[in-house]
């Protein structure tokens, strides 16, 4: 199945809109269609702050039912998709509110250190979101939101209701996990 998720022809409804549409009527065939159609890219967005498959399922199940509830406020500008994975965000974005708790708030004390190129080099990518997935909750999260989506620390602390300061910690410890994870790996590459 084929379908444009970001441009559409004026004058012609695409197979997507369609989707669209009768998810909007309430229509449980296109509901389950929409669902089967982004449910990998959707997955992999919560599975990089999820790393249990049954809590990452219901995360998305939750971001899913979201989506259909307010489906109807789509507009057809832009990117269905992006707007898809917003909302499917916001449910990872609760979820981890709700379930990691911050014993106490640390400010940030140490500088973040680079890996040596050597070692980043030799590891594929589902070697290093396995790392990632390794790291505390509170730090995979802060990690996944400032690297992988690109959120400030101030955005990061009203998601998480932490402060900024614990954001930039949480960041700088990942880094220096993933780090010592790395050269534990004692990756050797051929120069």
Known sequence: MSLSLAYTVPGHTSE??????????NERSAQERL???????????VRRYI????????????????AFQKIGQYTFQGSFEGWLRKIVF???????????????????????????????EGLYYNQLLSLVQSLPDATRAVFNLYIMEGFSHKEIGKMLGISEG??????????????????????????
């Open 16 to 25: 997507l809109e369609e989707l669209i549409r009768g998810c909007a009527r």
């Open 35 to 45: 669902y089967h159609l982004f449910y990998p890219r959707m997955m992999g967005v």
């Open 51 to 66: 790393d249990e498959e049954m809590q990452a399922e219901e995360v998305l199940n939750n971001g899913f039912l979201r």
């Open 90 to 120: 916001h449910a990872v974005s609760d979820f981890v509110k709700q379930n990691i708790r911050y014993k106490e708030k640390i400010m940030l004390v140490e500088k973040d250190q680079l890996i040596h190129k050597d070692h980043a």
């Open 166 to 191: 614990t954001s930039k910690w949480h960041l700088s410890e990942g880094r220096r996990m993933l780090k010592d994870k790395i050269e534990k790996l004692e990756l050797h590459l051929k120069k």
